[in-house]
């Protein structure tokens, strides 16, 4: 059932990635169409703008996503005993090297790991995490976060995250080029007017505006697909499903939190905003149902 159920979530998560990448060269191409009169041209900027980018946030997205959400690193066991033994005893189990581990001041309850591989991983928890859970409890959470290390999930949302930024960047520009007037132009081209350049015209429009809409949703269904495999990686690092599922009861009953980054609320065990307890995954939510999350988990 568990492997079943990871090979499931990699096959769906494969897909999503890959409708992801034609959405992105199609608005690059919609606004190449609209603004330069060639569609190719604003394929090459989408993919240099996304590639760029990328690399930058691969570079340095640790730092950045630890800072966007005010946490602080934690440098010695010390400070925490039992959050330092526990993520020493899981990156043995997962057999990754020991992350950096941070910890942020927030009373509700949540966790997330990033990094660019296991190699340069981190993994952050809350002040209410730590206060609210048990050491089996907060072993399940952690475990979770190991398994997207494991499975290099905050690789693949990090790349997410920055594929829809240029998205945003490059809707944003097209807007200002309709706004100052810099579309198309034809004014002496002799097929000005015509039917396949109103269509041309009409979905390059389209294209644009619901671009960052469809770049939401994929980010979405691919945050979902991974927390689903996460939980099933942290049955397999800790043989016991109930620590997560009680865990992830705990987290579903807490307020939203106050300082978590909007950009990286696909990143969190939960969503930190707004939980989402509905007995159906909805295809606007960053994460899949705590409901149904629990029935997969207690199946195991």
Wanted: aromatic share 8%.
């Amino acid at each position: 059932m568990l492997y079943q159920q990871i090979s499931a979530n990699k096959r769906k998560t494969v897909v999503v990635v890959a409708v992801y990448l034609l959405l992105f060269l199609v608005i690059g191409a919609a606004l190449g169409e609209y603004s330069y009169n060639n569609a190719v041209s604003g394929m090459v900027i989408a993919v240099v703008a996304g590639v760029m980018y990328t690399v930058m946030m691969l570079a340095n997205g640790t730092n950045v996503v630890m800072r966007l959400n005010h946490a602080t690193e934690i440098t010695s066991k010390d400070q925490f005993p039992m959050l330092w033994n526990i993520v020493e005893d899981m990156s043995m189990v997962a057999q990754v090297p020991m992350p950096r581990v941070f910890v942020i001041k927030d009373p509700s309850p949540n966790a997330f790991a990033t990094g660019n591989s296991p190699e340069k991983a981190a993994v952050a928890v809350t002040t209410g995490l730590l206060e609210r859970l048990n050491r089996e409890e907060l072993e399940g959470v952690i475990a979770h976060e190991f398994g997207h290390i494991r499975n290099y999930d905050v690789r693949l949302q990090t790349v997410a995250i920055a594929m829809g930024a240029v998205i945003a960047f490059l809707v944003q520009f097209s807007t200002r080029m309709m706004w100052f007037g810099g579309g198309r132009r034809r004014s002496n081209d002799d097929n000005e007017g015509s039917v396949m350049d109103i269509i041309l015209m009409v979905l390059a429009l389209f294209a644009i505006i619901l671009g960052p809409l469809m770049s939401t949703m994929m980010q979405m269904a691919l945050s979902r697909n991974r927390e689903y495999l996460a939980d099933a990686t942290a049955v397999e690092f800790t043989r016991n499903p109930h620590g997560l599922i009680s865990a992830l009861e705990k987290i579903s009953g807490a307020p939203a939190m106050k300082n978590a980054d909007p950009q990286s609320a696909a990143l969190y065990i939960a969503n930190p905003f707004k939980k989402n307890e509905d007995e159906r995954d909805s295809l606007f939510a960053t994460h899949p149902s705590t409901v149904n999350r629990i029935k997969r988990l207690e199946a195991m």
